[in-house]
């Protein structure tokens, strides 16, 4: 398959196909850059994938002081799933479940414009059982929630996007499981540096790669026989034999563009790296094309 | 873009209603037109001719020059543009108003800004009783906009807010706040006796405190407010020294537990 070759990396001539989901934005502050992100990764721990969790979350940024609405340090966080009912239930339930329990957080909308809107404090304010004030400073209105270590601030709304795209992704195939993590880790912190996107995997990495379908019933996705390496010689591999590692990065975005210049960026970065420390090709997950309706490929993506 | 231009000839006989000359009804007139406008309020008719000497513009920028205490209703129900007044008012200056800018140059009268749903007034001088509160009858006060009083207000300052921002620098008279629906008043100098009179809810801040609190509002201690930081960044869009006050820490008083209870007056910690 591989027909372009950069800096000794094989790049296959394929592409990522992802699909439109629904999305939105919050902003956790809280005194210290250290609680936000705390509360931001307790929010976002069980979110990797909307198979089994409902949505799929991760921070996408920090926030200095400056950026956010109270002036204490915050961390963005970006939520997807497949319909607006399912994300208005995943936010409320993980807002009031890991935010609202965090030490001196606030919480505000972390997008300013969509679609629709989506209740953040007006569903957590019944927490403060009639003891909750709302306070409207222009066209933002806030909820002040009595808690026991002060007052929990929680933005009303927040918007909802239906242009995000979730599902872009990069395999990546090394030598050995450390380079092959060195070479995803290097692609990772580059798409960090995107705004707008988050790598919904535990530390940004899916080793678990999957397709689609089992041969149990009740199961609707089973590992990518095709790319472990232990079956090389029992399936009909898409490994080549020096394969001995693959890891999976899966890219969603609010915009297509988000996503594609994500994964340009981590395509960069595996290249730069170079084969002797990181990997020896670079492919994409994709169900032929019927599914998804944007396509990201490879070869657009390393000019 | 010239405005259009009310200069008074001398100080009227009569107090006056000032509340055709905002932009809806002047626009599209002669000045002509404009000149034949009645203003007066008693048997002896008046017209806007009389009264000022008027000079061709843009009607949705209004400038009156030479302010009077029987010039009464100046912007009522005004929803666009900017009146700007070069001295001072009567009563009502900004009644109804829903939208554009109100300037006033000097001291307003009684009921400044009353029921006022958005827009901004701006009142330079003093402002008289019942600021943004409603007439007789009415059920409910101001209920959005900014109201900022530069000097002092007086009694009653805020009766019945529903919601929106009463900014006063300086001291503000007796029951300010009183019957508060909702909303935030803040008020730089000393409030007079029992600010928050039966308050339901909303916000009074008080720089320097009052003469007399009610017993009916709980001490809830001294905090850091995160919801004071973002009161305190809209509020500097209009005044840094209310802004200041509500950067540092707060006692929080709850109250009126005579009425709904679930109001708040706001200490600023002495510095």
Same mark, same amino acid.
């Given at each position: 398959?591989?027909?372009?070759?950069?800096?000794?990396?094989?790049?296959?001539?394929?592409f990522a196909e992802a699909f439109d989901?629904?999305?939105?934005?919050?902003?956790?502050?809280?005194?210290?850059?250290?609680?936000?992100?705390?509360?931001?990764?307790?929010?976002?721990?069980?979110?990797?994938?909307?198979?089994?969790?409902?949505?799929?979350?991760?921070?996408?940024?920090?926030?200095?002081?400056?950026?956010?609405?109270?002036?204490?340090?915050?961390?963005?966080?970006?939520?997807?799933?497949?319909?607006?009912?399912?994300?208005?239930?995943?936010?409320?339930?993980?807002?009031?479940?890991?935010?609202?329990?965090?030490?001196?957080?606030?919480?505000?909308?972390?997008?300013?414009?969509?679609?629709?809107?989506?209740?953040?404090?007006?569903?957590?304010?019944?927490?403060?059982?009639?003891?909750?004030?709302?306070?409207?400073?222009?066209?933002?209105?806030?909820?002040?929630?009595?808690?026991?270590?002060?007052?929990?601030?929680?933005?009303?709304?927040?918007?909802?996007?239906?242009?995000?795209?979730?599902?872009?992704?990069?395999?990546?195939?090394?030598?050995?499981?450390?380079?092959?993590?060195?070479?995803?880790?290097?692609?990772?912190?580059?798409?960090?540096?995107?705004?707008?996107?988050?790598?919904?995997?535990?530390?940004?990495?899916?080793?678990?790669?999957?397709?689609?379908?089992?041969?149990?019933?009740?199961?609707?996705?089973?590992?990518?026989?095709?790319?472990?390496?232990?079956?090389?010689?029992?399936?009909?591999?898409?490994?080549?034999?020096?394969?001995?590692?693959?890891?999976?990065?899966?890219?969603?975005?609010?915009?297509?563009?988000?996503?594609?210049?994500?994964?340009?960026?981590?395509?960069?970065?595996?290249?730069?790296?170079?084969?002797?420390?990181?990997?020896?090709?670079v492919g994409a997950g994709n169900y032929?094309?019927?599914?998804?309706?944007?396509?990201?490929?490879?070869?657009?993506?390393?000019? | 873009?010239?405005?259009?231009?009310?200069?008074?000839?001398?100080?009227?006989?009569?107090?006056?209603?000032?509340?055709?000359?905002?932009?809806?009804?002047?626009?599209?007139?002669?000045?002509?037109?404009?000149?034949?406008?009645?203003?007066?309020?008693?048997?002896?008719?008046?017209?806007?001719?009389?009264?000022?000497?008027?000079?061709?513009?843009?009607?949705?920028?209004?400038?009156?020059?030479?302010?009077?205490?029987?010039?009464?209703r100046v912007g009522l129900g005004m929803?666009?543009?900017?009146?700007?007044?070069?001295?001072?008012?009567?009563?009502?200056?900004?009644?109804?108003?829903?939208?554009?800018?109100?300037?006033?140059?000097?001291?307003?009268?009684?009921?400044?800004?009353?029921?006022?749903? /958005?827009?901004?007034?701006?009142?330079?001088?003093?402002?008289?009783?019942?600021?943004?509160?409603?007439?007789?009858?009415?059920?409910?006060?101001?209920?959005? /906009?900014?109201?900022?009083?530069?000097?002092?207000?007086?009694?009653?300052?805020?009766?019945?807010?529903?919601?929106?921002?009463?900014?006063?620098?300086?001291?503000?008279?007796?029951?300010?706040?009183?019957?508060?629906?909702?909303?935030?008043?803040?008020?730089?100098?000393?409030?007079?006796?029992?600010?928050?009179?039966?308050?339901?809810?909303?916000?009074?801040?008080?720089?320097?405190?009052?003469?007399?609190?009610?017993?009916?509002? /709980?001490?809830?201690?001294?905090?850091?407010?995160?919801?004071?930081?973002?009161?305190?960044?809209?509020?500097?869009?209009?005044?840094?020294?209310?802004?200041?006050?509500?950067?540092?820490?707060?006692?929080?008083?709850?109250?009126?537990?005579?009425?709904?209870?679930?109001?708040?007056?706001?200490?600023?910690?002495?510095?």
């Amino acid at each position: 398959m591989p027909e372009l070759t950069v800096n000794g990396i094989a790049i296959d001539d394929t592409f990522a196909e992802a699909f439109d989901m629904r999305a939105t934005a919050i902003v956790i502050t809280a005194a210290t850059e250290r609680w936000a992100a705390q509360a931001a990764e307790t929010m976002t721990g069980f979110a990797t994938s909307v198979i089994g969790c409902g949505c799929e979350a991760a921070a996408e940024s920090v926030r200095s002081p400056q950026q956010t609405p109270d002036g204490r340090p915050g961390v963005r966080v970006l939520l997807f799933a497949v319909s607006t009912a399912e994300l208005q239930k995943q936010l409320q339930n993980r807002v009031g479940q890991c935010v609202l329990t965090s030490p001196g957080s606030a919480c505000y909308a972390g997008l300013d414009s969509g679609e629709d809107k989506l209740k953040l404090g007006d569903a957590i304010r019944f927490f403060g059982d009639g003891w909750q004030i709302a306070k409207r400073l222009g066209a933002r209105r806030y909820w002040r929630v009595p808690v026991m270590d002060g007052e929990f601030v929680c933005e009303s709304t927040t918007y909802l996007t239906k242009k995000a795209v979730g599902g872009g992704n990069l395999i990546v195939m090394g030598e050995s499981s450390a380079k092959t993590l060195a070479a995803t880790e290097a692609a990772v912190k580059a798409m960090h540096e995107v705004a707008d996107v988050i790598m919904p995997f535990p530390g940004g990495i899916a080793r678990s790669g999957s397709k689609v379908g089992s041969k149990y019933n009740g199961a609707s996705a089973s590992t990518n026989d095709l790319y472990c390496p232990t079956l090389k010689g029992a399936v009909d591999s898409a490994l080549s034999p020096e394969i001995a590692s693959v890891l999976e990065i899966v890219i969603d975005g609010l915009t297509s563009e988000a996503v594609a210049q994500a994964m340009r960026a981590g395509l960069a970065a595996i290249i730069e790296l170079g084969p002797e420390r990181g990997a020896l090709r670079v492919g994409a997950g994709n169900y032929g094309g019927k599914l998804g309706r944007h396509h990201y490929h490879l070869k657009d993506l390393v000019r | 873009m010239t405005p259009l231009t009310f200069s008074l000839r001398k100080a009227p006989d009569q107090r006056l209603d000032l509340s055709p000359l905002i932009e809806r009804n002047l626009a599209g007139k002669t000045v002509a037109e404009i000149e034949r406008i009645e203003v007066g309020t008693t048997r002896i008719r008046v017209a806007a001719g009389d009264v000022f000497r008027i000079r061709e513009g843009d009607p949705d920028t209004i400038v009156i020059e030479g302010g009077s205490a029987r010039f009464d209703r100046v912007g009522l129900g005004m929803t666009s543009g900017s009146i700007r007044v070069e001295g001072e008012v009567g009563v009502e200056a900004g009644r109804m108003m829903s939208g554009g800018q109100l300037t006033i140059r000097g001291d307003a009268g009684p009921f400044a800004g009353s029921g006022m749903r /958005g827009g901004t007034l701006d009142i330079e001088g003093d402002a008289g009783e019942r600021l943004g509160g409603p007439l007789s009858g009415e059920t409910v006060g101001m209920s959005g /906009g900014l109201l900022h009083v530069r000097g002092d207000a007086g009694p009653r300052a805020g009766d019945r807010l529903r919601r929106g921002f009463i900014l006063i620098e300086g001291r503000a008279g007796a029951y300010a706040g009183s019957r508060m629906i909702a909303g935030t008043l803040a008020i730089g100098g000393q409030a007079a006796d029992l600010p928050g009179y039966l308050m339901g809810r909303g916000t009074i801040l008080l720089g320097r405190g009052a003469t007399l609190f009610s017993p009916s509002f /709980g001490d809830c201690g001294e905090h850091d407010l995160v919801a004071a930081q973002l009161l305190a960044n809209y509020v500097a869009q209009a005044s840094a020294k209310l802004a200041r006050l509500l950067r540092r820490p707060l006692r929080r008083l709850a109250g009126d537990l005579a009425a709904l209870g679930k109001g708040e007056i706001l200490l600023p910690h002495a510095q």
